[in-house]
């Protein structure tokens, strides 16, 4: 083998394509990742670090659960901490539709397996006693539900690649991408290198689009922008991922740092690449934030940014392969990527080179019908 030729090359360096790249490299696979920028420079980098198993669709509480049982295992398997913990995930429910709906899903998450149960508003105000529930009619809480360092997972899963004898480049932008080389894909950067595979696997993310059109695939996926912001630390009282679902809520989690960090999805969303600030988020976001906590209010800001969501129309996203033969698409995670990925790594690994999933994954298939009901949970 020459080389510039491996046996996938992996489009993407966030948490998708790293992890993917890693469990490659255990399967003993020649590995090349293309980064465009650094590793995490995409979505992975700008999340706020929740994990959490608490959706409504059979499929995604699969993935999710196999997520975080990989998750807990990471510091024995890298040799170092990624900051792993079971802070858990609440949500609350504000209208009487709203309650009934994490009932049915509870049903269902149960049936899995999963540890979710209902807790009253009473009980909610016994367990976190520092939450303001006025107007709060109970909630669903998951324990097993937790929290993780991107970074740190992200380093875990670059040594892992780099230790297998494979390759990562960064700074790598993917400008071309040729199926009719042969049996091989020919990969071209900005820089004018070329690379050979029979097989590439499409994990750009916000970029994953335009990485399709190399290979004229047409993804129904598009970026918009998403803010966060994350204060000071204060002594850590382990506070959950608080979603608060309401027109004007917003999410948040106590890092094991005591640091606050949480966002907000806004009401008009913002399409395209755009990752600026706006003194709006500044703003609004704390007044969502103390109305649940009032005793954060003297809390100082460090800092805020914004990444990407990669959404696709149905809120789920698209793992799988695709028409043109050794063409693989793992994208538009829908603001889900960091806490799915190390599932989806593993389970596209094993379906490029086995060519079957463990369970139904009809759900993210490539061609399915994307008019269908969005995920429930957000």
Same mark, same amino acid.
């Given at each position: ?22 469990? @490659? ?7 090349? @990742?293309?980064?465009?920028?650094? @590793?995490? /420079? ?234 600026? /600030? ?19 209010? /003297? ?80």
């Amino acid at each position: 083998m020459r080389t510039n030729e491996f046996d996938v090359i992996i489009i993407g360096g966030g948490i998708i394509g790293t992890a993917t790249g890693y469990y @490659l490299s255990k399967r003993r696979k020649r590995v090349l @990742l293309l980064e465009k920028k650094y @590793l995490g /420079s995409g979505s992975t980098g700008r999340c706020i670090g929740g994990i959490r198993a608490q959706f409504s669709t059979e499929t995604t509480i699969k993935v999710a659960m196999k997520s975080v049982d990989l998750f807990r295992s990471m510091e024995n398997e890298f040799g170092f901490s990624v900051d792993w913990h079971p802070s858990g995930y609440l949500f609350l429910a504000y209208s009487e539709e709203k309650k009934q709906s994490f009932l049915d899903i509870i049903q269902l998450q149960n049936n899995l397996g999963l540890d979710v149960r209902f807790l009253t508003a009473q009980d909610i105000k016994s367990k976190f006693n520092y939450i303001n529930t006025d107007g709060v009619l109970g909630g669903t809480f998951c324990p097993t539900d937790g929290q993780a360092d991107p970074f740190y997972v992200l380093k875990g899963y670059m040594k892992g690649i780099n230790n297998a004898g494979n390759v990562i480049k960064t700074h790598s932008e993917v400008v071309g991408i040729d199926n009719h080389v042969s049996d091989l894909f020919e990969v071209t950067t900005k820089s004018g290198e070329k690379f050979y595979a029979p097989q590439v696997l499409n994990s750009a993310g916000p970029n994953s689009k335009s990485v399709g059109e190399f290979a004229g695939i047409n993804l129904p996926v598009e970026p918009e922008r998403h803010e966060s912001l994350i204060t000071e630390g204060i002594e850590f009282r382990e506070i959950p991922m608080i979603v608060d679902y309401r027109p004007d809520g917003c999410y948040f989690i106590q890092r094991k740092t005591g640091q606050i960090i949480g966002c907000y999805t806004p009401e008009k969303r913002v399409p395209g690449n755009d990752v600026g /600030s706006t003194f709006e988020f500044l703003t609004e976001m704390p007044r969502r934030l103390i109305r649940l906590i009032p005793s954060l209010e /003297s809390l100082a800001i460090l800092r805020q940014w914004a990444g990407s969501y990669t959404v696709t129309p149905d809120g789920n996203p698209i793992v799988d392969k695709t028409e043109i033969p050794g063409y693989y698409v793992s994208t538009a995670m829908c603001g889900h990527g960091f806490m799915l990925g190390p599932a989806l790594g593993k389970l596209m690994a094993d379906y490029m080179i086995d060519d079957e999933w463990p369970y139904d994954m009809s759900e993210f298939a490539y061609n399915r019908n994307f008019q269908k009901a969005a995920e429930a949970l957000g």
